[in-house]
């Protein structure tokens, strides 16, 4: 799982242990080891946890560059990104409280099946 290695390289490369993260997170260690194994996905607020333990953004830990990804052309008529602005917010807002809510195995079967809708839409 590209997460999961892309976390544990990070760290590593940081010198910092599983318990170092533990402490400035407040996650325990073996739910950090399950994350880095790739068991268990975690959620956004806990990614930005992490992130933070690691003194990075959440864009970099989930992006692979030096800079920042380039914005994509807005085709929506000036209006700006809808999960921060607007009614989008509010929606955006709901869902990230209700998926922060399901059980990791719940979680991953939505994960799984977003993934084939994906490869179906693009296959």
Not at 1 to 10: C, G, K
Not at 22 to 40: F, K, M, P
Request: glycine letters at 6%; aromatic letters at 6%; hydrophobic letters at 35%.
């Amino acid at each position: 799982m590209y997460l999961a290695e892309r976390l544990r390289r990070i760290r590593e490369s940081k010198n910092l242990s599983q318990g170092d993260i533990e402490q400035r997170t407040g996650l325990l260690r073996c739910y950090i080891s399950r994350v880095e194994n790739g068991h268990t996905v975690p959620s956004i607020e806990t990614l930005e946890k992490l992130a933070r333990s690691l003194d990075l953004a959440l864009w970099e830990l989930l992006y692979d560059g030096e800079e920042p990804p380039a914005k994509p052309n807005q085709q929506n008529n000036g209006h700006s990104d809808w999960a921060s602005h607007g009614p989008g917010a509010r929606t955006f807002y709901k869902l990230r409280t209700a998926l922060s809510r399901v059980s990791e195995t719940d979680r991953q079967i939505l994960i799984d099946f977003a993934a084939q809708m994906i490869r179906k839409r693009h296959g």
